[in-house]
């Protein structure tokens, strides 16, 4: 395990506490202002013993740009979610069960294994796909409706809106 400079614990640590405190936020759904110094507060004594297990951001994460990145990849994920689950849904209703499930592989692009493991999660979290496994830069999708054996096929249809957001950001 590499060793990272003070800057870099320091970003880590100020990353794992605002989104603890962003959760906080979300799960007490005020802004009092003993709710929001409670949380600061909890969150600074989670984030101390947690930060370095909980991410491996960085400084460059911070910048304008890879934020608007992430925010973009925020927007691709939620679209590709709600036509996920309303062709899911489709499928569930129609007195067919038009689906052709398959396992599939493909290589990916991304070298970080962050990077790796948000494309991944983005894949499982999308109905019709699951995750099976990922070895070094080849992933194995379940797919509820295989539409072609070529790998970069399957690559582009599962991954390749998130995958080209995702090597903006790592």
């Known amino acids: 395990m590499e060793k990272s400079s003070s800057g870099g614990k320091v970003t880590r640590f100020l990353f794992t ?13 005020t802004f009092a202002t003993q709710e929001v110094i409670t ?9 101390i013993p947690t930060n ?3 991410t491996n951001v960085r400084l460059h994460h911070f910048s304008p740009l890879t934020l608007f990145y992430i925010v973009e990849y925020l927007f ?10 309303l062709d ?31 494309l ?4 499982t979290l999308t109905p ?3 995750s099976v496994d990922i070895i070094d830069d080849t992933f194995y999708i379940h797919w509820i409706d295989v539409k072609s054996l070529e790998p970069e096929e399957c690559r582009q249809e599962i991954a390749g ?4 957001v995702l090597l903006k950001i790592f």
Do not use: Q
């Open 52 to 54: 370095r297990f909980f």
């Open 161 to 164: 809106k998130f995958e080209k």
């Open 128 to 130: 019709g796909t699951l």
């Open 39 to 47: 949380g600061a507060a909890v969150s600074w004594l989670i984030a």
């Open 76 to 85: 691709i994920f939620l679209w590709a979610l709600l036509v996920a689950n």
């Open 88 to 118: 899911v849904a489709r499928r569930v209703i129609s007195p067919t069960l038009p689906i052709n499930p398959g396992i599939v592989k493909f290589k990916t692009s991304l070298t970080s294994d962050f990077a790796k493991m948000i």
């Open 120 to 123: 991944a999660n983005s894949i």
């Open 17 to 29: 506490w605002f989104l603890l405190f962003v959760v906080w936020l979300m799960f007490t759904s």
